[in-house]
């Protein structure tokens, strides 16, 4: 279903009572697991959650609007990502992590978080374009793949051993500072 049927689709926790007032907002974790299913989940409208946990998740995460998250991203093994707009990782502290378990993301991802701070915990990898706007991303000894430009608008890049790599079917530009 869509993201934003909060009263048919969203369980204020997993396999509870659905909300009753309105779909997920920054300060809530959003799961999916056994519980939710193996069907596509449609991002229909600008979308936040704090967490999002897919493990156990074997459906499919689709959509053309925005996700906005403020903590962690883990993508289910199981879990197909199709969803292509933006996926925009705000938060405002540090500790938050990306694990991605070897899915290929079709979603532009933009780090924009005042004082945010993120470590991948394994490879990322994405269809499309990476900027670095607020925020420190730190992916240790993961590699980072992209299929499209990688913008740094003023954010921190902590490359550690990792490595950064181009793998789009156009030329890729590398901006910013």
Known sequence: ???????????TTSGGSTYQTVAPTSTDDVYFDANSGGGTCTVDAQSYANNVAM??????????AALDIYGNLTVGSGTTWSHSST???????TGKTITSNGKTLASSIDFNGSGGGWTLQDALSTSASITLTLGTLTPGSNSITLGGNWTNNGGTFTSGTSSVIFNGSTNATLSGT
């Not at 993201?3 to 689709?9: C, D, F, G, V």
């Open 87 to 93: 996926v925009s990782f705000k938060a405002t502290s």
């Open 1 to 11: 279903g869509n993201w934003s049927q909060y009263a048919t689709h969203w369980a």
């Open 55 to 64: 493990t156990g998740y074997t459906g499919t995460l689709a959509g053309t």
